[in-house]
Each structure stands twice: as structure tokens, then as C-alpha cells.
């Protein structure tokens, strides 16, 4: 059985809310375990409307230091202070976030009952900056007006599944079962050697899921989500307003099914919608063009990877 890998839209908008569609933030969820990506005004709230449990996040990754990203930060910051939070908050973001919240807590008086520890992220070279031994975060150099970085989200392999029946029957013990599950062959006290092919089988493929918003056309980020299962990718335009897309640093959706077709994604989910879209059918027909398994997100929607 699949473990749960999933992510949770809380905003899809670009720039400014609508009457439908938040600012940008996402949850993912890895086996119960709940990383916040971006945190545009409204997050909170919107965390609220999903039920899901704030103080299970422990996790923060800001894109960039646009507001439409990470104004809600500074009130879900003290929404846990409030609350009495005690459990480290890591925040993952551009090096003057940790100034800009520091002042904001300094003008309030405002001292935290808990320890928040801000993580340093250069848009320059991919760099893994999460790693709990289940899955990877690493960050994805983008192209847009300040600096700006994606983030791949990325199980680390399963052990192979161990074949309990074939164990037995060629008598390996217990105290092998670890070692086989890694790889290796199975050698007995007499020195005869059975093969980990025989032992176990393959365990299940590993997943990834790729955050890149906000960016213009960039090319180079498709060899670094090679074969990903599932990528956000904002198309805040259509093709026929190249021109400001590429004044602006933004992707139009035909460029974000072209970056899914380069990296061989499974599934592509368009987001970051400029609010003059009421009607988001022309952007999915102009991706879908390029990219057939594209999908249009919504806000408070749940997409597994």
C-alpha cells in the first residue's frame, strides 16, 4: 500500500486574491507529516477552512519575497505564539526574511515562546535543505524578478520488500533480514551465496513533486524534475500576452506545458492565474495543446502524488 504523499491547494492566484482563489500556499502532506509551501496573506485562514492542524507543520518554504508569498507569514508566526506553541518552527526562505520578521516582532514586542530557526536558500545551484531520511527537499533555481527558488519534494528509496517464504526456505535468519533488505546477497556459514533477487522483490517506485512558482520560461529546471510525478507550475498568462510575461518574469501556460513535456512529468497542475481570468478553459485548452495530463487547480483541493 502507497504511503500518503499528497498536496493541499490553500491559494492559486496570482498577485491578487479573487472571490474564488486565494494567494499562494500549499500544504504537502508525506505520511502525516505537513510542510507548508509559501504562505501568502489569507493562509491561516485557509488552513482553518481544511482542517488541517497548524501545529502539525513544522516546516516552511518561502519561495520568494514577493508579497503574494509570504505576507500571512508574520500572523501565522504569532497565531502559534498565541497558542502557546512550543515545538521549533524552521522557515526556509530568501536572507532577508529572517530580518523583515524579526523587525515585525520587534516593533509588537512581541517575544516568541517558541524557537524559530530561519534557513538561508540561494537561488544560484539546486541545494538540498531538508533531509529527515524519508524524503528530500531541494530547492530549484527559477527565473523571475528577485530571487527566486522552486522547491522538489522527493521520497528517498524504500528497502526492497523482503520474499518471507523464500527466506525461510533457504534458512537465512532474522538477523540478515536488514542487510538483504539493502541490496545485498545473502552469503551462509558455509559460504554459499543466494542471491537478493531470490530474497526480496522491487519496493515501490519513489515520487517527487515539484513546486515552481513564481518563474518566467526557464528551460534548465526541466532537467532538475526529470520524470517527477506531479508539477505545479504557474501560468499566470496566456500566449498571447508573451510579451508582459516576458517583461514580467512570468510563464504563460503553453511554457509550463512545455517545461512538463521536457521533464517527462507524469501529471502537470496549473496554477498562479492572473485575476483577470474569470474563465480558466482557454489556459487549460492552451497547455493541454502541448501537454495532454494537465489540470487546472482550485483552491481547497487535495492532488496526490
Known sequence: ?????????????????????????????????????????????????????????NHIFISHLHGDHFYGLIG???????????????????????????????????????????????HSEPEEIFNDGRISVTTLPLLHRVPTTGFLFRELPHPRKLIREAADRYGVPVSAFEDIRAGNDYV???????????????????????????????????????????????????????????????????????IAKLAGAKRLLLGHFSARYEDLQPLLDEAKAIFSQTGLVEDDATYEV
Open 188 to 258: 551462509d556459514e558455509e559460504g554459499n551465496s543466494i542471491p537478493n533477487s531470490l530474497l526480496t522483490r522491487e519496493s515501490s517506485p519513489v515520487r517527487s513533486y515539484a513546486y515552481c512558482s513564481d518563474t518566467g520560461y526557464h528551460e534548465p529546471v526541466a532537467a532538475l524534475i526529470r520524470n517527477c510525478d506531479l508539477l505545479y507550475h504557474e501560468a499566470t498568462f496566456m500566449q498571447d500576452m508573451l510579451a508582459s510575461a516576458r517583461e514580467k518574469q512570468h510563464a504563460t501556460a503553453a511554457d509550463a506545458a512545455t
Open 76 to 122: 501565522l508566526v504569532s497565531t502559534y505564539h498565541l497558542l502557546g506553541r512550543r515545538e521549533a518552527l524552521h522557515v526556509y526562505g530568501p536572507e532577508p526574511l529572517e530580518q523583515i520578521i524579526s523587525i515585525q516582532l520587534d516593533v509588537s514586542s512581541t517575544t516568541l515562546q517558541y524557537p524559530l530557526v530561519f534557513h538561508v536558500t540561494q
Open 1 to 57: 500500500m502507497m504511503k500518503k504523499f499528497e498536496v493541499t491547494i490553500l491559494g492559486s492566484s496570482a498577485a491578487l486574491p479573487t472571490r474564488n482563489r486565494n494567494l499562494s500556499a500549499q500544504v504537502v502532506n508525506y505520511r502525516d507529516r505537513l510542510f507548508l509551501i509559501d504562505c501568502g496573506e489569507g493562509t491561516q485562514m485557509h488552513l482553518k477552512r481544511n482542517r488541517i492542524r497548524m501545529g502539525k507543520i
